[in-house]
């Protein structure tokens, strides 16, 4: 051992893990990151930070128990951070069963090789707003009553549920935080504000001329990803393990989002979007606002980037990314890789 503490982060490789293992590294921490073993490697996020060579990385897959344990054998963790799941709701509607060994079961798996391999393991389990689900009371608290609405947010539930377990039965230190939306130039392409925010930055430069998107009347709390990460470790930094939420305490419409964002470019958002059945869900969430005041009074934890710097942040990245591409320079980054997501043969998810 080197004297320095270790964390594994499961999902190393996804918007969360990315910024939590440059915080971590910057606190000083030995950082382990679990990848999947993909025909193509997605270290885009790592790369872009600049810390890809600063982490270690382990091969691992959440459907594979015996991987799990490798990965916290080989990384003897004072705290892991488990941030690894199918995180797209829209893809659980797709994937109901993998959503729920992934993002569901995969969760005990991690446990259980804590519990038998060192039950002093710091454990924080990546919950999420969606399990608030929809017409719910808003703002919403830790004691608000959850009412998922997607198999994502069933299967977030169960995880919620069995961190709790874990640490009311076997004594082990394991904090639930419960974050709503957090984005930033690193999100992944499906979710509704970088796939607006990339449209943008095409449409601007000529590129694309228009976005098709599906339920623009939802509202979200949205804040920025690096500020959230650092939630997560304030949370296994306490004296005993909890749930919080973290959150900005506002809420605003996709539409809002999206007339915003045209706005950084001088663009009238009106002459752009289309709707698209296929992007409306079964389900959806209407309306999510976090009060995060437990998070501020026992954390110290709040949010500074307020919504339109967090727009204006990720269309200029995009921006600037796409200007550069025209330019004919390559960098780490995922957008060339996507497939227009009109061409995705998918059926409406409405039946
Ligand atoms: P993300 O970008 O989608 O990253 C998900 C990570 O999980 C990726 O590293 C992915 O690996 C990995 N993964 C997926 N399936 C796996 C499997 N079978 N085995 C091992 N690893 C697997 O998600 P994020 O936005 O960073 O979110 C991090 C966590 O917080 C997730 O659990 C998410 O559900 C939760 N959360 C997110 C938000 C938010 O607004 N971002 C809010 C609340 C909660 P690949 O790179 O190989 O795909
Ligand atoms: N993705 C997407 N694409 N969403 C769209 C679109 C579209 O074309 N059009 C409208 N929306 C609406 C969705 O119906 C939803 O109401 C809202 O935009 C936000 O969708 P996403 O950005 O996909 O995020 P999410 O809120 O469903 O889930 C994210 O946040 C959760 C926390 O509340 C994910 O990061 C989850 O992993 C996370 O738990």
Known sequence: MTGKKHALITGITGQDGAYLAKFLLDKGYKVFGTYRRLSTPNFWRLQALNIFEK?????????????????????????????????????????????????????????????????????????????????????????????????????????????????????????????????????????????????????????????????????????????????????????KPDDYVIATNEAHSVKIFVEEAFKIVNLDWHDYIKQDERFLRPLDVDLLIGDYSKAKRDLGWEPKIRFDSLVEIMVKEDLRRWERWLKGEHFPWDAPSYQSEAKILTRSLRV
């Open 55 to 239: 982490i270690n990385l382990i091969p691992a897959d959440l459907l594979d128990a015996p991987s799990v344990i490798e990965a916290i054998e080989i990384s003897e963790p004072d705290e892991v951070y488990h941030l690894a799941a199918q995180s797209f709701v829209a893809a659980s509607f797709e994937q109901p069963i993998g959503t729920a060994e992934i993002t569901g079961i995969g969760t005990t798996r991690v446990l259980e090789a804590i519990r038998h391999i060192n039950s002093k393991i710091r454990f924080y389990q990546a919950s999420t707003s969606e399990l608030y689900g929809r017409r719910n009371t808003v703002p919403q608290n830790e004691n608000i009553p959850f009412s998922p609405s997607s198999p994502y947010a069933a299967a977030k539930l169960y995880s919620y549920w069995i961190t709790k377990i874990y640490r009311e039965g076997y004594n082990i230190f394991a904090s639930n935080g419960i974050l709503f939306n957090h984005e930033s130039p690193l999100r992944g392409m499906e979710f509704v504000t970088r796939k607006v925010s990339n449209a943008v930055a095409k449409i601007a430069l000529g590129i694309e001329n228009s976005i098709e998107l599906g339920n623009i009347e939802a509202q979200r709390d949205w804040g920025y990803a690096p500020e959230y990460v650092e939630s997560m470790w304030l949370m296994l930094q306490q004296e």
